[in-house]
């Protein structure tokens, strides 16, 4: 790998438990690596307040707190106090939250109304929302029911539009599914960000539709500690500086230079997340 590039991973669990014993070794590889960007995302109560505590202790990292659709029944009566805390300064985005009907861990329902309090945190303070899609095997059922939630909701609207400007509103996290659906999203103004999915057999269908996504619309990301891809020195535990492997397939698929989408997506994050704290400190780079 080569250290000297600017390393973006806008999806990277450092709360989960499975990192409770190495976590410091962990960052280190990531800043050996190259990272200069790192979005701690949560799906839970707890793990909202994991993301908040590493991101305090390491300031050139960013969180967002939510709860994931897998939590939409079970954690509903929590939501409310939770999101109340989202405009602390650490806290760049609203998620991860969405649509997943491939494990069908609560009922849509649910799974909507989780979707649509998140949506309204995510207008109000202007902070983007990450969005976790997944539907069964070929299906794309979960595709359907975010994007109707989406052109149902306010951030597809006036007020919306007004929240966010020339920003995304949102981000279709570790992106999965057929190119329409993909194509939908961006014209709703969000923002790709694909992980070591991309690896799978069954999500052949992104080495055909990475290429159309424009440059500034791309992010990078891992979704570790799950989603380790071929080449991962752990196949058991994916994290955050294996992001070098999904840059490099992409960048072979979209025939750029691995730098260029490199410095492209590093300024796409800023874009996308942008502070209201200084990133000089505590950062390998401030660049
Ligand atoms: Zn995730």
Redesign the pocket.
């Known amino acids: 790998m080569n250290p000297r590039l600017p390393l973006t991973d806008a999806?990277g669990?450092l709360q989960a438990e499975r990192f409770d014993a190495d976590r410091e070794e962990v960052i280190a590889r990531l800043i050996a690596a190259g990272a200069t960007r790192l979005l701690v995302?949560s799906?839970s109560t707890e793990s909202s307040r994991g993301a908040l505590e590493i991101v305090r202790a390491n300031p050139w990292m960013d969180a967002a707190i939510g709860i994931h659709p897998h939590h939409a029944t079970d954690e509903a009566h929590e939501r409310a106090a939770l999101l109340e805390g989202a405009d602390a300064p650490e806290i760049v985005a609203i998620g991860?939250t969405g649509i997943d009907t491939k494990r069908n861990f609560a009922p849509i329902a649910d799974q909507v109304a989780n979707l649509e309090a998140h949506i309204e945190v995510a207008v109000q303070l202007g902070k983007p929302l990450i969005l976790?899609c997944r539907s069964a095997g070929d299906a794309d059922d979960a595709q359907r029911q975010l994007i109707k939630t989406l052109n149902e909701s306010p951030i597809t609207s006036a007020r919306g539009r007004a929240a966010f400007q020339d920003r995304p509103p949102f981000i279709l996290?570790?992106a999965s599914g057929s190119a329409e659906y993909i194509s939908e999203g961006l014209a709703l103004g969000g923002v790709v960000s694909l992980s070591g999915l991309v690896f799978r057999p069954e999500e052949r269908a992104t080495a055909d539709w990475v290429r159309s996504i424009p440059l500034d619309r791309l992010l990078t990301e891992t979704?570790a500690p799950?989603l380790a891809m071929p080449g991962a020195p752990d196949p058991n535990r994916n994290e955050p500086a294996n992001v070098a492997l999904t840059l490099a397939w992409i960048a072979e698929r979209r025939d750029e230079s691995i730098e260029f989408l490199a410095e492209a997506i590093s300024t796409n994050y800023d874009r996308v997340f942008p502070r209201s704290r200084p990133r000089t400190d505590g950062s390998p780079r401030s660049a």
């Open positions: 999806h669990h995302p799906w991860e976790h996290h570790s979704d799950w």
